[in-house]
């Protein structure tokens, strides 16, 4: 049995992906390390900011498609999905990669704050999740990965909505977890912890702050998305068959901290 392990267990070649959220930052890098593994990709993306995210993937010799959409709107997240077998005709990956953060302190949290981050971080996450798994089922199998964070674990300061949403991405995970796997579809997260990215830009610059975090993270420095990328192809190939309802910490070792 043991023989039959090979490197090409962590091959995408052939698959289909969605990334929302794949124009920028953690989700631009989580988009090229699949297509460097071989998938081809359905970009989701709020604006239409693209093209540096289409230079990269089609310098890997892979295809890429771009589909604009509000996924707070649930007619958008079908339409997405819709467009996506349209194009290639399946779903193997899913990367629920698109959230907001907002920060204010607790006592002056505007409730329109809240709905908006609970909206794009949470019930986008279950929506497009529960339309692809109803793809991946026909199939015989897929892989669905939502973005949790070091607040999945912690409580955090001026982000209520924000911690509340990504509490709920790790719940929903396990649940989907539950239903899914005797379906061959394995549903697991990634929480980066403190990554380089325009979300964190505020937290790096107030130096307080910025030093209070490095002397947490056992590494030493806040990661680059580049650290996220070995994460996403595992969890995406077929050397993680067996892991299921996991929540991976990409942190540096805060959370041992």
Not at 189 to 203: E, R, S, V
Request: proline share 3%; glycine share 8%.
């Amino acid at each position: 049995m043991l023989d039959k392990f090979s490197m090409d267990f962590f091959s995408l070649k052939g698959k289909v992906a969605i990334v929302t959220g794949g124009n920028t930052g953690l989700g631009q890098a989580y988009v090229v390390a699949l297509a460097k593994a071989g998938a081809d990709l359905f970009v989701v993306t709020y604006d239409t900011a693209w093209d540096e995210t289409r230079e990269l993937v089609e310098k890997e010799g892979r295809k890429i498609h771009f589909f604009q959409a509000d996924l707070t709107d649930r007619a958008k997240v079908t339409a997405c999905v819709e467009e996506c077998v349209k194009v290639y005709g399946k779903i193997d990956i899913l990367v629920n990669n698109a959230g907001t953060i907002r920060r204010a302190p607790l006592l002056e949290y505007k409730d329109s704050d809240w709905e908006a981050v609970i909206n794009i971080n949470l019930n986008s996450v279950y929506y497009l999740s529960q339309d692809v798994a109803k793809v991946m089922a026909k199939q015989g199998g897929g892989k669905i990965i939502n973005i949790a964070s070091m607040l999945a674990f912690q409580g955090g300061k001026f982000v209520p909505p924000y911690t509340a949403s990504k509490h709920g991405v790790a719940g929903i995970t396990k649940a989907f977890a539950n239903e899914l796997a005797p379906l061959n579809i394995q549903t697991n997260a990634i929480a980066p912890g403190y990554i380089k990215t325009a979300n964190t830009a505020p937290i790096r610059a107030d130096e307080k702050r910025n030093a209070e975090i490095l002397s947490r993270i056992p590494a030493e420095r806040w990661a680059d998305p580049f650290d996220l990328m070995g994460a996403v192809v595992f969890l995406a190939s077929k050397a993680s068959d067996y892991v299921n309802g996991h929540i991976l910490a990409v942190d540096g070792g805060w959370l041992v901290r």
